[in-house]
């Protein structure tokens, strides 16, 4: 019996073992599917991004979509660089029948901006083409300075317009600092360099120097754009210039704006085509991955906010 009970227990444990061997082949079988599948997705999504590298190019007279999201800032995805790079590829197609600025941004570097509306005016000299501005949720400050370069700016009733005017954020520490028993020992040469410390006393003298010589005077090319842009359309008042934001339909009526519509009221109305081209960087594989993820992610967490599922 012993005997019997010894290699029973040896059959039992080869079955148990094969059994595990078994689980475990299954489980790397499937991890290799899972992996070839995943080779084939990455693949054709490059192969696509290949075969879609002639971007920006169609045969149909068409309506050309350069958009402006997010803050307008050099080196971003909103800065001069991009953004005129792509408006050179919507004026110069032999199909574009005119160029639209679809615009959703509170604004950013003024720089940045002056010099997209440079170039949408030169733009529009050279190749005798219109440009237009539709605005979606809101287009001030650095947006507006833009967007006064248009031929025709349109926008939603309930669109934000206007903040015709300049900022600069600063902030001081010095009594949270007194009070923690932290003192400043940073260093500079020059009276004003250490103007906007937040770490130092207020520099009474080099902000009102700031103040007169950088923000009124950016404040004043800010104006004068605005009104080579607008001419006689603008209506000024006391409020015009000083920061103050309208809504679409108000924005009519002062002259911000000249009426109300969509991209596709543009596109039908006024320009009388029946396509509308969007000119965009090419994205890497990567870019498009996680873009969508974070669509899904913010989509998640919306409805986990509202309670809806």
Known sequence: MDNQEVGIDRLAKAAESFIKQERWSRRWTNLLKFAVIAYIVIMLALL???????????????????????????????????????LRDAFKSPDSVAVVIQANSGGGSPVQSAL???????LKEKYDKPAYVVIEDICTSGCYYIAVAADK???????????????????????????MGIENRSMHAGTHKAFINPFGEKDVEGRKFFQ?????????????????????RIIE???????????????????????????????????????????????????QLMGDISTETAYRLSMMLTGMK
Do not use: C, P
């Open 48 to 86: 696509t991004g290949v075969m879609d590298s002639s971007n920006h190019t169609t045969s149909t007279k068409h309506l050309a979509v350069v958009k402006i999201e997010g803050t307008i800032v050099a080196g971003g995805k909103v800065s001069a660089e991009t953004i005129n790079s792509l």
């Open 153 to 179: 700016i349109y926008a939603n009733k309930g669109s934000i317009v206007g903040s015709i005017g300049v900022r600069m954020d600063t902030f001081g520490f010095t009594g949270l600092m007194e009070k």
């Open 237 to 287: 008042t006391e409020d015009t210039y000083t920061g103050l934001v309208w809504l679409g339909d108000e924005a009519v009526k002062n002259g911000l704006i000249d009426g109300l519509g969509d991209l596709g009221y543009v596109m039908r109305d006024i320009a009388k085509v029946d396509t509308a081209q969007l000119y965009e960087s090419e994205k890497s594989l990567i870019e």
């Open 116 to 122: 997209i509306n440079d170039e949408i005016t030169r």
């Open 212 to 232: 007169e010589k950088i923000l009124e005077r950016t404040h004043q090319q800010f104006i004068e754009t605005v009104r080579a842009g607008r001419g006689e």
